[in-house]
């Protein structure tokens, strides 16, 4: 009985996972393209529950991250930080080193009223 209640366990680890890379994956490409000011600038992201490698969908068409401009990238990094915070359930700090550095007006602006106001834990 405890072989089986083991290997259960490792069953619903390995499910609850997936469910929360999935759950990041969601909120990623929302809040990307929240922070992108463009409603639907990624369809869809997987993430890879192995090697955690991300996959990114525009137009139902995947593409690769080096397409990204530098400012994109950095909301992109954002958008991460900011979903992973959301999907632990805990007040993680971040510290971003020169946030607003490879964006222009209009992204510095939706950064600065997406997502710094936002606290630990929604």
Known sequence: MALNIQMLLVDYKARL???KIKHVA???VRYFNRLCRKERFLDRVTID???FQVTLYRLRQEFSRLQLSAGENQLF???TLWALRE???RPVPVIIDTPLSRLDSAHRLSMVQEFFPIP???
């Open 49 to 51: 529950p192995e090697t």
């Open 77 to 79: 990094a954002v958008a």
């Open 87 to 89: 999907v632990s359930g």
């Open 26 to 28: 969601e909120l990623l």
């Open 120 to 122: 630990a834990i929604n």
């Open 17 to 19: 996972a997936a469910h």
